[in-house]
């Protein structure tokens, strides 16, 4: 059974950083690449970051390019998303997913990953 469980959330003033990780188990987790998602009230889930299976690739929404740094460690089965520079607008519960396919580089649409964590909340004050 797959679980994915965050951690690190919390409230932080505007300019500040946050440090989200995301420990997974039950499934060989090198094979699959990793996402974080966020969903804000009375908002639709949006994409954050992915990295590929491998670690060699990322890709990030635009709205948090150069602010935000996503990273694995595959020897700790372990995803993690460095925040920088935060603003009140990045407040949100943030998702980790996992791919539904194996050795997958990694994309922006939900469908795309079958499995998530609970969410963790991050809440940025002006």
């Known amino acids: 059974q797959v679980q994915l469980v965050e951690s690190g959330g919390g409230l932080v003033q505007a300019g500040g950083s946050l440090r989200l990780s995301c420990a997974a188990s039950g499934r060989t987790f090198s094979m699959f690449a990793m996402a974080w998602f966020r969903q804000a009230p009375g908002k639709e889930r949006e994409f954050v970051a992915t990295i590929n299976w491998g670690g060699g690739m990322t890709s990030y929404a635009d709205s948090v390019k150069g602010r935000f740094t996503i990273s694995r460690d595959n020897a700790k089965n372990t995803v993690s998303l460095q925040m920088n520079s935060l603003k009140p607008e990045d407040t949100a519960v943030y998702y980790c997913?996992?791919?539904?396919?194996?050795?997958?580089?990694?994309?922006?649409?939900?469908?795309?990953?079958?499995?998530w964590g609970q969410g963790t909340q991050v809440t940025v004050s002006s």
């Open positions: 997913a996992m791919s539904a396919l194996g050795f997958y580089s990694g994309g922006s649409a939900p469908h795309e990953y079958d499995y």
